[in-house]
């Protein structure tokens, strides 16, 4: 099998290089492909997603990718290489295109607990990962129907035309059922018996109430499984407080952003965090985290959040058992706490932290 690498930049390239020899050590048939991708690639060609990273994408049956920089558009402009600047080329966060071009319509992010003895919990936050906030209707030039319509409210009003900016969370019934079904399949296959959707019907009446209509009508298929909407701010507290009862637990876009750094927070931390980005055709799976100036460079990033989504990527291509395997050797390090990264309250190296996985593989 052809696996496409995409270090990317930060301590992508350090969490990346440390994990891949779990690759080997496992015994997995995968030809690994490196490709760029990353701020690099933005303030030298302009984009952060070459051409040439699409093709290697595209001859790949998989991938993973350690973590890329995503800067806001003022910053993206500043540092782009002058030669190309005023030609009109807009910063696109490449995790965001490769979601959407890709249709990569399912983030799947487990949250076991690594820190608790016996486990306290272990359930998946499945992330609609193409539409919501992040479809791309962010709008700075506000007028026509848009204006008509946001100038009822009495600050747009005030404010005109030029002072107000749109963001539209876009919500349909292709992208809702599908990714319903995937966190449906997903509890029916892993035995999972509840689901909770986490949004604001409260408060987002119409797109919660096409929400709650959609659920109604897949929910039927899956009879095994509890499914209901609750309050998304009340279940951030319960995956705090109360973590136990979560099976499967299914958000919008940014809702599903945030509530899985929350629920990382609560499982040993971002370093320790997996994802997969996973579509009809082709998938890739990366650690939560993102690239992590504060630490690039000084060789102390966890690597445990990569490893585990090569374990991710491992179980999705159909080798589960090498994934079990992993997985259990990742909790045999995080448990004894000799080799872990200073994340994790530990004095080990991003390369002592991965081998010590590999010594645990037996
Ligand atoms: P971040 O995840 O990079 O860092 C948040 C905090 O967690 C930092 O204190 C960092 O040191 C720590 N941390 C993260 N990963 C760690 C690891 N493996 N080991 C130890 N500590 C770790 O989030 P941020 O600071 O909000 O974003 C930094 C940059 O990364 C931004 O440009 C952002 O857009 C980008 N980002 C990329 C991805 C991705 O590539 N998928 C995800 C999130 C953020
Ligand atoms: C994530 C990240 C990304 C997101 C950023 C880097 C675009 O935070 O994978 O969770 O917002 O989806
Ligand atoms: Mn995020």
Not at 44 to 69: H, I, K, Q, Y
Not at 326 to 342: K, N, Q, S
Request: aromatic share 6%.
């Amino acid at each position: 099998m052809k696996i496409a690498v995409l270090p990317g930049d930060g301590i992508g390239p350090e969490v990346v290089e440390a994990a891949l020899p779990v690759v080997e050590a496992l015994g997995l048939p995968w030809e690994l492909r490196f490709g760029e991708i990353g701020w690099s690639c933005w303030r030298r060609g302009g984009d952060p997603v070459p051409e040439a990273t699409w093709r290697l994408v595209e001859e790949s049956d998989g991938g993973l990718l350690g973590a890329v920089t995503s800067k806001p558009e003022r910053e993206a402009q500043a540092e782009l290489d002058p030669e190309l600047r005023g030609r009109g080329l807009a910063y696109v966060s490449p995790v965001v295109q490769l979601r959407q071009r890709l249709d990569l319509y399912a983030n799947l992010r487990p949250a076991a607990d690594f820190l608790g003895s016996p486990p306290r919990f272990d359930y998946a936050i499945v992330r609609e990962n193409t539409e919501g906030l992040y479809a791309g209707f962010d709008v700075a030039d506000v007028h026509g129907e848009l204006w008509e319509l946001v100038r009822r409210h009495p600050n747009a009003a005030r404010s005109g035309p030029e002072g107000v900016r749109v963001a539209l969370r876009l919500q349909t019934d292709v992208g809702t059922d599908r990714i319903l079904r995937f966190a449906f399949e997903l509890a029916r296959r892993e035995g999972r018996t509840s689901l909770v959707v986490a949004d604001k019907p409260n408060i987002l009446r119409a797109s919660g109430q096409h929400l709650r209509e959609r659920l109604a009508l897949v929910a039927p298929d899956y009879p095994e499984v509890a499914a209901e909407v609750q309050n998304a701010d009340a279940v951030a507290m319960r995956l705090v407080a109360d973590p136990g009862g979560f099976g499967v637990v299914v958000a919008e876009n940014l809702l599903g952003d945030v509530l899985s750094d929350v629920a990382a927070g609560v499982s040993g931390g971002l370093g320790l965090a997996p994802s997969g980005n996973v579509g009809e055709r082709w998938s890739y799976f990366e650690p939560v985290h993102g690239s992590a100036p504060d630490i690039a460079g000084q060789g102390v990033a966890n690597p445990l959040g990569t490893i585990l989504s090569i374990a991710g990527l491992a179980e999705h291509l159909g080798s589960r058992d090498e994934a079990d395997a992993l997985r259990r050797a990742v909790r045999t390090v995080v448990a004894r706490g000799e080799h872990v990264t200073p994340d994790l309250g530990g004095g080990a190296t991003t390369g002592q932290a991965a081998r010590a996985v590999i010594a645990a593989l037996g």
